[in-house]
């Protein structure tokens, strides 16, 4: 057996030429126990509490999850993203915080020029326990929005798959995000469409579209929450462990 404890989203990859293990080898997907329910139940419980008072906070707090320039994006546009973010947030949102989470390889980063705007703080913490206090979260195309998503924090991808197309899924003559498949982000292409997006939340009072993930998303959140009984079969069924340790 090869036990694929990653991230889910890792698995949800079409045309990928890429062997995970040995090709006799059976491959068991059990998900992560970081999306199970057991994990996630006080933190929901928290992010949903918080979210709901916001008509008596006197700020918005934005999350913004970044990505350094590198590999998968050239400098000019992580530039780009930052001040697009800025300013969208500015016309579209009157009293805010934008919490920046940087991506943990963004050394350098266009963030570091707006450490003098007080409504522009860098965070350090795990996403999920940031997330807990976000109302919006803006995601540079990272995993995060996968935590941020298991939390119900509305979470829109500002990203251009088709101008950065590494690491992304093909569809069709064109590319697509993992996140986007997925359904658990609202796409946005340039700084018009994040506009749109962040404008369509606003009207909702920070609520997602009622249209849910994929079936496959729900398929993974319940393989993680029953990673450690798929173990315990497979551990059972070749006696490394018998009935008598459990």
Not at 50 to 61: D, G, H, I
């Amino acid at each position: 057996y090869f036990l694929l404890l990653g991230h889910p989203a890792d698995y949800f990859v079409v045309n990928d030429e890429r062997e995970l293990a040995a090709p006799d080898l059976e491959k068991v997907f059990i998900g992560h126990p970081k999306y199970s329910n057991s994990w996630l139940h006080n933190l929901q419980e928290t992010a949903r509490n918080f979210r709901s008072a916001l008509s008596t906070r006197e700020k918005t707090n934005i999350l913004v999850l970044s990505r350094g320039f590198g590999s998968y994006l050239d400098e000019e546009s992580h530039s780009n993203l930052v001040e697009t973010t800025i300013k969208v947030i500015r016309n579209q949102i009157p009293n805010y915080n934008l919490l920046v989470k940087k991506h943990p390889r963004e050394l350098n980063s266009h963030w570091d020029n707006f450490v003098d705007d007080s409504s522009i703080k860098i965070v350090n913490d795990h996403i999920l326990n940031i997330a807990t206090k976000a109302d919006l979260v803006i995601s540079f195309w990272t995993s995060g929005a996968m935590d941020c998503f298991s939390l119900g924090v509305p979470v829109i991808e500002y990203w251009d798959p088709n101008k950065h197309p590494k690491g992304q899924v093909p569809e069709g003559d064109a590319f697509t995000t993992i996140y986007r498949k997925l359904g658990i982000v609202l796409p946005a292409n340039n700084e018009e469409e994040l506009g749109r997006a962040v404008s369509s939340l606003v009207s909702r009072n920070y609520k997602m579209p009622s249209d849910g993930p994929h079936s496959f998303y729900s398929e993974l959140i319940t393989r993680s929450n029953q990673w450690d009984k798929t173990i315990e079969k497979i551990l059972l069924a070749h006696n490394f462990i018998n009935d008598k340790v459990l």
